[in-house]
T-cell receptor, first 112, second 115 residues
Framework: DSGVTQTPKHLITATGQRVTLRCSPRSGDLSVYWYQQSLDQGLQFLIQYYNGEERAKGNILERFSAQQFPDLHSELNLSSLELGDSALYFCASSPGQYQPQHFGDGTRLSIL | GENVEQHPSTLSVQEGDSAVIKCTYSDSASNYFPWYKQELGKRPQLIID?????GEKKDQRIAVTLNKTAKHFSLHITETQPEDSAVYFCAAREGGNNYGQNFVFGPGTRLSVLP
Protein backbone atom coordinates (compact mmCIF):
# COMPACT_ATOMS: atom_id res chain seq x y z
CA ASP A 1 0.00 0.00 0.00
CA SER A 2 1.56 3.29 -1.14
CA GLY A 3 -0.65 5.49 1.03
CA VAL A 4 -2.03 7.28 -2.03
CA THR A 5 -5.76 6.66 -2.46
CA GLN A 6 -7.54 6.99 -5.77
CA THR A 7 -11.26 6.71 -6.35
CA PRO A 8 -13.06 5.27 -8.14
CA LYS A 9 -11.03 2.24 -9.23
CA HIS A 10 -13.06 1.81 -12.38
CA LEU A 11 -15.24 4.20 -14.34
CA ILE A 12 -17.30 3.41 -17.40
CA THR A 13 -19.03 6.20 -19.25
CA ALA A 14 -19.99 7.39 -22.71
CA THR A 15 -18.52 9.84 -25.17
CA GLY A 16 -19.34 13.47 -24.46
CA GLN A 17 -19.71 12.92 -20.74
CA ARG A 18 -17.76 14.46 -17.86
CA VAL A 19 -16.09 12.62 -14.98
CA THR A 20 -14.14 13.49 -11.87
CA LEU A 21 -11.27 11.40 -10.55
CA ARG A 22 -10.19 11.85 -6.96
CA CYS A 23 -6.83 11.46 -5.26
CA SER A 24 -5.82 11.63 -1.61
CA PRO A 25 -2.06 11.95 -1.20
CA ARG A 26 0.06 10.29 1.45
CA SER A 27 -0.07 11.99 4.82
CA GLY A 28 2.36 14.90 4.81
CA ASP A 29 2.87 15.02 1.04
CA LEU A 30 2.20 18.46 -0.42
CA SER A 31 2.80 17.64 -4.10
CA VAL A 32 0.29 15.80 -6.24
CA TYR A 33 0.92 14.66 -9.80
CA TRP A 34 -1.48 13.29 -12.39
CA TYR A 35 -0.48 10.87 -15.16
CA GLN A 36 -2.27 9.18 -18.04
CA GLN A 37 -1.28 5.69 -19.19
CA SER A 38 -2.94 4.36 -22.30
CA LEU A 39 -2.94 0.64 -23.10
CA ASP A 40 0.61 -0.69 -23.32
CA GLN A 41 1.92 2.85 -23.31
CA GLY A 42 4.21 4.85 -21.10
CA LEU A 43 3.30 7.40 -18.49
CA GLN A 44 2.27 10.82 -19.74
CA PHE A 45 2.64 13.58 -17.17
CA LEU A 46 -0.46 15.76 -17.06
CA ILE A 47 -0.16 18.27 -14.23
CA GLN A 48 1.37 18.90 -10.80
CA TYR A 49 0.08 20.77 -7.77
CA TYR A 50 2.00 21.83 -4.71
CA ASN A 51 0.11 22.91 -1.60
CA GLY A 52 -2.91 24.00 -3.60
CA GLU A 53 -1.12 25.74 -6.45
CA GLU A 54 -0.50 24.51 -9.97
CA ARG A 55 3.26 24.18 -10.39
CA ALA A 56 3.91 22.29 -13.62
CA LYS A 57 1.93 21.37 -16.68
CA GLY A 58 2.56 18.58 -19.13
CA ASN A 59 0.55 17.27 -22.05
CA ILE A 60 -2.84 18.03 -20.57
CA LEU A 61 -5.72 18.65 -22.95
CA GLU A 62 -7.84 21.76 -22.58
CA ARG A 63 -10.83 19.48 -21.91
CA PHE A 64 -9.05 18.31 -18.75
CA SER A 65 -8.63 20.35 -15.60
CA ALA A 66 -7.47 19.70 -12.08
CA GLN A 67 -7.29 21.31 -8.70
CA GLN A 68 -5.87 20.66 -5.26
CA PHE A 69 -7.99 21.53 -2.27
CA PRO A 70 -6.95 22.94 1.15
CA ASP A 71 -7.00 19.43 2.63
CA LEU A 72 -4.50 18.52 -0.15
CA HIS A 73 -6.70 16.04 -1.96
CA SER A 74 -6.85 16.58 -5.69
CA GLU A 75 -9.42 16.08 -8.40
CA LEU A 76 -8.92 15.61 -12.12
CA ASN A 77 -11.89 16.62 -14.24
CA LEU A 78 -12.25 15.20 -17.73
CA SER A 79 -14.97 16.64 -19.96
CA SER A 80 -16.34 16.10 -23.47
CA LEU A 81 -14.91 12.61 -23.25
CA GLU A 82 -13.69 10.88 -26.39
CA LEU A 83 -12.92 7.21 -27.06
CA GLY A 84 -9.21 8.04 -26.98
CA ASP A 85 -9.46 9.19 -23.38
CA SER A 86 -9.84 5.58 -22.28
CA ALA A 87 -6.78 4.96 -20.13
CA LEU A 88 -5.44 4.33 -16.67
CA TYR A 89 -5.11 7.58 -14.74
CA PHE A 90 -2.57 7.61 -11.94
CA CYS A 91 -2.09 10.05 -9.15
CA ALA A 92 1.22 10.27 -7.32
CA SER A 93 2.37 12.31 -4.36
CA SER A 94 5.68 13.38 -2.84
CA PRO A 95 6.82 15.62 -0.01
CA GLY A 96 9.16 17.74 -2.11
CA GLN A 97 11.49 18.07 -5.00
CA TYR A 98 14.05 15.32 -4.39
CA GLN A 99 11.77 12.88 -2.72
CA PRO A 100 10.35 10.06 -4.81
CA GLN A 101 6.80 9.98 -6.02
CA HIS A 102 4.49 7.29 -4.69
CA PHE A 103 1.74 6.21 -7.01
CA GLY A 104 -1.84 5.30 -6.26
CA ASP A 105 -3.45 2.21 -7.77
CA GLY A 106 -5.02 4.26 -10.55
CA THR A 107 -8.49 4.80 -11.97
CA ARG A 108 -9.30 2.80 -15.08
CA LEU A 109 -11.50 4.92 -17.33
CA SER A 110 -13.39 3.23 -20.14
CA ILE A 111 -15.28 5.29 -22.69
CA LEU A 112 -17.98 3.44 -24.61
CA GLY B 1 11.39 20.60 -23.02
CA GLU B 2 12.89 17.40 -21.75
CA ASN B 3 12.96 14.28 -23.90
CA VAL B 4 13.81 10.87 -22.48
CA GLU B 5 14.74 7.89 -24.61
CA GLN B 6 14.98 4.36 -23.25
CA HIS B 7 16.59 1.22 -24.67
CA PRO B 8 15.95 -1.57 -25.23
CA SER B 9 12.17 -1.68 -25.50
CA THR B 10 12.18 -5.40 -24.66
CA LEU B 11 14.82 -7.47 -22.91
CA SER B 12 14.92 -11.19 -22.19
CA VAL B 13 17.55 -12.67 -19.90
CA GLN B 14 18.14 -16.01 -18.27
CA GLU B 15 17.55 -16.26 -14.56
CA GLY B 16 20.74 -15.35 -12.71
CA ASP B 17 22.11 -13.17 -15.51
CA SER B 18 22.38 -9.38 -15.37
CA ALA B 19 20.09 -6.90 -17.10
CA VAL B 20 20.98 -3.37 -18.15
CA ILE B 21 18.53 -0.70 -19.29
CA LYS B 22 19.79 2.64 -20.60
CA CYS B 23 18.16 6.05 -20.78
CA THR B 24 19.25 9.32 -22.29
CA TYR B 25 17.85 12.75 -21.57
CA SER B 26 18.09 16.04 -23.41
CA ASP B 27 17.79 18.77 -20.76
CA SER B 28 21.13 19.35 -19.05
CA ALA B 29 19.27 21.08 -16.21
CA SER B 30 17.44 17.88 -15.26
CA ASN B 31 18.55 16.97 -11.76
CA TYR B 32 16.72 13.92 -10.45
CA PHE B 33 16.31 10.51 -12.08
CA PRO B 34 14.00 7.84 -10.62
CA TRP B 35 13.39 4.33 -11.92
CA TYR B 36 10.03 2.62 -11.61
CA LYS B 37 8.93 -1.00 -11.95
CA GLN B 38 5.40 -1.69 -13.11
CA GLU B 39 3.89 -5.14 -13.02
CA LEU B 40 0.93 -5.89 -15.25
CA GLY B 41 -2.17 -4.01 -14.13
CA LYS B 42 -0.45 -2.48 -11.12
CA ARG B 43 0.89 0.90 -10.14
CA PRO B 44 4.47 1.98 -10.86
CA GLN B 45 6.71 1.42 -7.88
CA LEU B 46 9.92 3.29 -7.25
CA ILE B 47 12.89 0.93 -7.16
CA ILE B 48 15.81 3.34 -7.07
CA ASP B 49 16.59 6.98 -7.76
CA UNK B 50 19.64 9.19 -8.18
CA UNK B 51 20.31 12.89 -7.92
CA UNK B 52 22.47 14.75 -10.38
CA UNK B 53 25.26 15.30 -7.84
CA UNK B 54 25.81 11.54 -7.49
CA GLY B 55 27.41 9.24 -10.05
CA GLU B 56 26.25 5.87 -8.77
CA LYS B 57 23.83 4.39 -6.27
CA LYS B 58 23.30 0.79 -5.27
CA ASP B 59 20.59 -1.06 -3.39
CA GLN B 60 21.18 -4.81 -3.08
CA ARG B 61 20.81 -6.27 -6.61
CA ILE B 62 19.90 -2.94 -8.20
CA ALA B 63 22.22 -0.10 -9.15
CA VAL B 64 21.90 3.09 -11.13
CA THR B 65 24.71 5.02 -12.79
CA LEU B 66 24.55 8.57 -14.09
CA ASN B 67 26.81 10.26 -16.61
CA LYS B 68 25.89 13.94 -16.61
CA THR B 69 28.33 14.85 -19.36
CA ALA B 70 26.84 12.33 -21.76
CA LYS B 71 23.34 12.85 -20.34
CA HIS B 72 22.58 9.22 -19.81
CA PHE B 73 21.76 6.98 -16.89
CA SER B 74 21.44 3.24 -16.61
CA LEU B 75 19.71 0.65 -14.45
CA HIS B 76 21.64 -2.50 -13.61
CA ILE B 77 19.94 -5.56 -12.14
CA THR B 78 22.21 -8.43 -11.11
CA GLU B 79 21.30 -12.04 -10.37
CA THR B 80 17.91 -11.61 -12.02
CA GLN B 81 14.93 -13.59 -10.74
CA PRO B 82 11.59 -14.39 -12.40
CA GLU B 83 9.87 -11.85 -10.14
CA ASP B 84 11.99 -9.13 -11.75
CA SER B 85 9.88 -9.59 -14.88
CA ALA B 86 7.97 -6.32 -15.40
CA VAL B 87 8.05 -3.06 -17.33
CA TYR B 88 10.71 -0.64 -16.14
CA PHE B 89 10.43 3.11 -16.65
CA CYS B 90 13.14 5.69 -16.27
CA ALA B 91 12.27 9.34 -15.68
CA ALA B 92 13.96 12.71 -15.54
CA ARG B 93 12.86 15.68 -13.51
CA GLU B 94 13.23 18.87 -15.48
CA GLY B 95 15.18 21.63 -13.82
CA GLY B 96 12.92 24.31 -12.47
CA ASN B 97 11.81 26.04 -9.35
CA ASN B 98 11.86 24.17 -6.10
CA TYR B 99 8.38 22.77 -6.21
CA GLY B 100 7.42 22.87 -9.87
CA GLN B 101 8.58 19.65 -11.39
CA ASN B 102 7.76 18.24 -14.76
CA PHE B 103 8.70 14.58 -14.81
CA VAL B 104 9.29 13.08 -18.21
CA PHE B 105 9.17 9.30 -18.44
CA GLY B 106 10.89 7.04 -20.92
CA PRO B 107 8.70 4.71 -23.02
CA GLY B 108 9.52 1.69 -20.87
CA THR B 109 11.44 -1.58 -21.15
CA ARG B 110 9.65 -4.89 -20.86
CA LEU B 111 12.00 -7.25 -19.01
CA SER B 112 11.40 -10.97 -19.11
CA VAL B 113 13.48 -13.24 -16.88
CA LEU B 114 13.39 -16.78 -18.19
CA PRO B 115 13.68 -19.63 -15.66
Amino acid sequence: DSGVTQTPKHLITATGQRVTLRCSPRSGDLSVYWYQQSLDQGLQFLIQYYNGEERAKGNILERFSAQQFPDLHSELNLSSLELGDSALYFCASSPGQYQPQHFGDGTRLSIL
Amino acid sequence: GENVEQHPSTLSVQEGDSAVIKCTYSDSASNYFPWYKQELGKRPQLIIDIRSNVGEKKDQRIAVTLNKTAKHFSLHITETQPEDSAVYFCAAREGGNNYGQNFVFGPGTRLSVLP
